[in-house]
């Protein structure tokens, strides 16, 4: 995937045991753009979740998580975005924004927007719409209704009825990524039949 994209790359090998997992990872993270976590890693329920928070919270650099039947791409045609007025979100834009800015369609998506966004006057999203046009984004705004379901269900449910490619979000957006990566959070991303890419 990386040679056909002509894109700058190397391949490297580690042996250590579990404890050590999380510190190779946050060696070879911190000298990257992205780390991109695959399947066979992550059905590895005991590794997955160490190599995710060695790059992603060790680093603060971006992660592609790609689960099992998922199509992983550089270059989404389109993309669903989680957005809820974080610095987390803010940064997963800033991050993706390659990403974002040669893709077809950005969805944004505000889920209970009078909950997750801060009172400007503006309409909740139209800020982060505006910030991404300015960037050559074709963006559009959907505000969603969790109707108790969690946050991270309705994003998942949402970027497949729009045929996203990728779902871009803050991993400390919601309370439920605020904690490192735990088995359940794996779970969920393991069965979201689309990549998903993560900053803080």
């Known amino acids: 995937m990386l040679r056909a994209t002509w894109r700058c790359y190397d391949v490297d090998t580690e042996h250590c045991d579990k404890a050590g997992v999380g510190d190779a990872v946050r060696q070879r993270a911190l000298c990257t753009d992205l780390t991109i976590v695959g399947p066979a890693l992550l059905n590895e329920t005991s590794l997955g979740p160490l190599v995710i928070n060695g790059s992603l919270f060790d680093t603060g650099k971006p992660v592609l998580v790609v689960p099992e039947g998922a199509e992983a791409t550089l270059s989404p045609r389109r993309v669903l975005v989680g ?4 610095v987390e979100a803010s940064r997963s834009i800033r991050e993706a924004l390659h990403l974002l800015a040669g893709a ?3 969805r944004v998506a505000v889920v209970d927007p009078e909950a997750t966004c801060t009172g400007n006057g503006a309409e909740p999203g139209a800020d ?41 979000m803050g991993a400390y957006g919601s309370r439920w990524l ?23």
């Open 128 to 168: 982060i719409a505006a910030y991404l046009t300015r960037h050559g984004a074709r963006v559009w705004v959907d505000r969603l209704a969790s109707r108790g379901k969690p946050v991270p269900t309705v994003l998942a449910q949402h970027a497949v009825d729009t045929s996203a490619d990728v779902i871009v």
């Open 104 to 106: 077809e369609e950005v």
């Open 178 to 200: 605020r904690e490192r990566l735990s088995g359940s959070v794996i779970r969920w991303i393991v069965g979201t039949p689309l990549p998903l890419f993560l900053a803080r």
């Open 83 to 86: 957005w809820d007025s974080r």
